[in-house]
């Protein structure tokens, strides 16, 4: 039978009639046949009246029907008693089910399609999760407490229709948070919605995933610093990406300038042109950047706008409400400047944050630290090479003039300097620094310098100082030396940044100096300082060695000379003596004789 008709219903349904009518059919089969079969045969033996018969069987059906009634009765009650407890522990798991449930039937239109749906409960789980009462929402339909026509309407009138179940992920904006949403038909027309929170898993899922794009961003990353002749671009590339990690729209990198004894800015995102340029240099101490410098630690300001702190008052003109500061140490705990971020969206940082900038800072110091050690390095096999060219120019020199004019070319072009210039200390009234030899410079400009290295004013620079001390005067950035105040403006010409004087000894005397500048500030360290110095030795030394040869030289040609004078001498004399007609007898002053002519004898 097809399953509307009413026979089906008769034999399968749960209420108290279809209980009755199931039973009273195996009686009527038995019972019926009984009564009859008693009838005839009673009337044919003769024992049984037809109104016996009938009474009986009338008392008979009677009794069947009594007896089924109470059995039906006894059976309906049980039935609903267990139906009461299944309800019962079905509202227990409905009201207590961590999930929250929704139960919806389809509205339907004019042409039988889904235009609306109705809820028709709802558990506690639903009202928590979305801060709803069930008295608000059941009876509703979705388009009053849905306007917005979610997507997922679709859904749910695709399965009420008697689509197969459905499992999704949606985001309640009403409530900020994720659900796994089970959406399931029950019967026709009819929807069951289980939501399940995922917010949580949906949190570590973002968060591991954030995690493998930082690894792999600084994975990535990592390999190009250490690759890279410079890694300056590589730095402004993956503070860049750190930035869109971080949800923040500003990053400074300061990089420590010893010449000038400040920050300068090196790289940075975030800001115009004029703002940059009103932190291009920063001092020690000043603003966050300033004290992570000076301090050599981490330094963060969250919350800026609203609790006041005088160490935001610079970013706070950039409209960041969270700024954080790192340092960048070398492996001698010496500061090598600064990295930081900063955030106009939110007005704190989490620990991810922190530790994705502690290791971009790391990086970024190993970049900078490979850098400095590979221009070090550098520096020094430049002048490496030029401390065994001079030696070599010392071997090939001509003589004192030529020699100082290689050792200032070699100091430029072989240890990268801008100018050399080599002059010696004068023993006239004015102790006047005599220029000697030069390379680098332009024509006028050792004129002009007027160096002397008397205890005057213009004897107060370096040069003067190195002569008078015999001690090397390394100035790291020349523009901010009182000493060269008297300079200023040349040196501004020239472009120089930083020198340094070297004296040159002889015989435990200061007879001169040699003088390098570079347009780089802070460009000699220690090991370059060593260097310098002995070349100005070997410089010392090689001039020494000119000047004795050049004496020697001159002695030599000097007894040549001498030699050559008394020959001519001697030969005059044995002239003259042949010559005359007297006997001549020649005594030295020890009454020894000597010569004698002829005549004499």
């Given at each position: 039978?097809?399953p509307r008709t009413w026979l089906m219903v008769v ?274 101490g000043a603003g966050i950047c300033g004290m992570v ?10 919350h800026i706008g609203v609790l006041p702190d005088p ?291």
């Amino acid at each position: 039978f097809h399953p509307r008709t009413w026979l089906m219903v008769v034999f399968t349904g749960a209420r108290g009639w279809s209980l009755m009518a199931r039973r009273l059919v195996p009686v009527v089969l038995l019972v019926v046949p009984l009564f009859i079969w008693l009838r005839i045969r009673g009337q044919r033996e003769g024992y049984l009246s037809v109104e016996t018969a009938d009474t009986l069987a009338g008392l008979g059906a009677v009794s069947c029907l009594l007896g089924l009634l109470w059995l039906t009765a006894r059976t309906a009650k049980q039935s609903d008693k267990k139906r009461l407890e299944a309800e019962a522990q079905y509202r227990r798991l409905f009201d207590t089910m961590q999930e929250g449930f929704v139960l919806a039937e389809a509205v339907r239109g004019e042409k039988g399609e889904t235009v609306d749906f109705r809820l028709l409960d709802v558990n506690p789980a639903y009202e928590a999760m979305t801060g709803t009462r069930r008295e608000e929402v059941v009876g509703g339909t979705a388009a009053d407490l849905f306007p917005t026509n979610e997507p997922w309407l679709d859904i749910v009138g695709r399965v009420a229709g008697g689509g197969k179940s459905s499992r999704v992920e949606r985001f309640m904006a009403a409530t900020g948070r994720f659900y796994e949403v089970l959406y399931y038909s029950p019967r026709q027309d009819h929807v069951a919605c289980v939501f399940t929170d995922i917010t949580e898993r949906k949190r570590l899922e973002a968060g591991l995933l954030s995690a493998t794009h930082r690894s792999e961003l600084l994975a990535h990353t990592a390999g190009e610093l250490l690759k890279a002749p410079d890694p300056q671009p590589v730095v402004q590339a993956l503070c860049g990406k750190v930035l869109e990690q971080l949800d923040s729209q500003i990053f400074v990198h300061f990089v420590a300038d010893e010449g000038s004894g400040r920050l300068h800015l090196s790289a940075h995102a975030g800001l115009s042109d004029e703002e940059a340029r009103g932190i291009e240099w920063l001092d020690y101490g000043a603003g966050i950047c300033g004290m992570v410098a000076r301090e050599g630690r981490r330094v963060v300001v969250e919350h800026i706008g609203v609790l006041p702190d005088p160490r935001a008052e610079m970013v706070k003109s950039f409209g960041v409400r969270a700024f954080a500061g790192y340092p960048m140490l070398g492996q001698d705990g010496k500061v090598l400047g600064a990295l930081a971020f900063g955030t106009r969206n939110r007005d704190a940082f989490n620990e991810e944050d922190f530790s994705l900038m502690n290791a971009v800072a790391d990086e970024v110091t190993v970049a900078t630290i490979r850098m400095m050690t590979e221009e070090n390095l550098h520096k020094l096999t430049w002048m490496m090479t030029a401390l065994n060219s001079s030696t070599h120019a010392l071997i090939r020199a001509r003589d004192e003039a030529s020699y100082l004019e290689d050792v200032c070319r070699i100091t430029v072009e072989d240890c990268g300097c801008a100018m050399a210039w080599i002059g010696f200390a004068e023993d006239d009234e004015g102790k006047t620094v005599r220029p000697k030899a030069a390379v680098g410079a332009r024509e006028g400009y050792l004129a002009a310098l007027d160096i002397t290295w008397a205890d005057t004013e213009r004897g107060q620079g370096p040069v003067g100082e190195a002569i008078r001390t015999g001690q090397m005067v390394v100035c790291a950035t020349m523009l901010k030396e009182p000493r060269f105040a008297s300079w200023r403006e040349l040196t501004l010409k020239e472009g120089h940044s930083a020198s340094a004087a070297l004296p040159l000894r002889s015989d435990g005397k200061v007879f001169g100096v040699m003088v390098v500048f570079s347009q780089q500030p802070g460009v000699f360290g220690a090991d370059g300082i060593a260097i310098l110095r002995d070349l100005a030795d070997d410089l010392a030394y090689g001039i020494g060695v000119i000047r004795s040869r050049t004496a020697r030289e001159a002695a030599e040609a000097a007894l040549r000379q001498s030699e050559q004078s008394l020959s001519r001498s001697v030969s005059l004399l044995h002239a003259t003596l042949e010559s005359t007609a007297d006997g001549l007898l020649v005594v030295d002053t020890a009454g020894k004789m000597c010569e004698m002519n002829q005549q004499f004898i």
